[in-house]
């Protein structure tokens, strides 16, 4: 193939290229289509997580409870039947992972995974069905200008290592830099693309908060990987490596940015 023979700058320019567009209108015109783009993300995660702790492309568990998640935004499913179903299915999932013989700890390592990344994607199609598409846009600047204040601060000023364990290129500088840069853009572009924190200080706190929890998403994912000897959790983009090593920090932004709705920050 083509792709192959590019180098993986030239194959990371490449996807992007073809990658954002798609993105950016799904997101511009939202429902059908941005449930579609989210809700194929979420089973090509679904997918390469399985593959990366169970080493199952396709595990039925991770795809029942992913759909039964979905099915609380566009069925009557309450909270009660979704913890019965739920329930129901990591205990039949549970007795095969024994009859099969393997590692229960990978089970629930499995289980808690697929349940994050299903609950994180179930927060950004509700954001956008209710009407709040500019502050996800606000918390993707946030993440964006995150990793590029990390990115380039830790290029420049390099020093202390934060985590050489788990990523030896991060490093102190980089994340406070992150930090620094994310919580400027956040207060300065959030009067325009949100209405939710109002005040300067709000904005800036919220805004400093998504972003260390997106550096610990990376981590997270790094610190995951290592354990379970790969080096990516796919091949679907070229250049990037799998979905899941794209989203890492997205995921859990969006996981604590409905934690922070429902207590009513």
Known sequence: MVVNNLSSLQQRILTALIALPICIAAVYHGSPYFDILTGFMLMAMIREWSKMVLNQEYNPLGYSLAILMLSLIYTDVSYKKYILYGLLFMGLGGLLHLYLKKRFFDYLIFLAGTLYISWSVYILIHLMHEGLTRFFIWILLIIWSSDTGAYFTGRFLGGPKLAPSISPNKTWAGFMGGCVLATGVGILVGPYLQELYLTPVSMGVVACVL??????????????????NVKDTGTFLPGHGGILDRLDSLLLVSFAAGLLLIIGY
Do not use: C, I, M, Q
């Open 211 to 228: 972003s260390l929890v997106s550096h610990t998403g990376d981590l997270l994912e790094s610190a995951l990987k290592r354990y379970y």
